[in-house]
């Protein structure tokens, strides 16, 4: 994968740049993929049936409203993307099982981690544009990420 700094020295102009917000916590730091999106608030229902998915090595993109009080994402939805071929997940918000996840062979970058659970009510939206940390994300744009940060482009790049 071209790293997002080489990118950026190719086409700035052209890719959205996330603000720095993000720690890394898969096993995988360099991931990319077209991107599909959840839009949850404390509730991961959405993002467990988005995983449930083929993956086809795309990133999901799940917006949880910058929420720190609980997580969006665990060991067993990260494992669920992994057999189910997801390149990486971005979660604007929290996961846990950290330990478990950093063994996964998957891209994860999140705000932070929180011990406590999501509720499940199914409540959010798919596919939707979304935007935080200074990018819009809309579905089908192309997501490269690595220790250096997130870049996004309206189409594949490398």
């Not at 996964?104 to 509720?119: D, E, F, R």
Request: aromatic fraction near 6%; charge should be negative.
């Amino acid at each position: 994968m071209t790293k997002t700094a080489d990118l950026y020295d190719q086409h700035g102009a052209s890719l959205q740049i996330s603000e720095p917000l993000f720690r890394d916590f898969g096993g995988h730091s360099d991931f990319s993929g077209t991107i599909a999106t959840a839009k949850v608030f404390e509730d991961n229902s959405l993002v467990r049936a988005t995983l449930e998915q083929t993956g086809a090595g795309r990133v999901l993109v799940v917006d949880g409203g910058g929420s720190l009080r609980c997580a969006l994402v665990g060991d067993i939805l990260a494992a669920l993307a992994v057999s189910n071929g997801w390149s990486g997940i971005v979660v604007y918000g929290c996961i846990r099982d950290a330990a478990e996840i950093a063994t996964l062979p998957i891209g994860l970058k999140a705000l932070n981690t929180c011990p406590a659970k999501s509720v499940k009510r199914g409540r959010g939206q798919l596919e939707v544009p979304v935007r935080f940390a200074g990018i819009d994300f809309q579905p089908g744009h192309y997501l490269y990420a690595d220790l250096d940060g997130i870049a996004v482009a309206p189409a594949r790049l490398d």
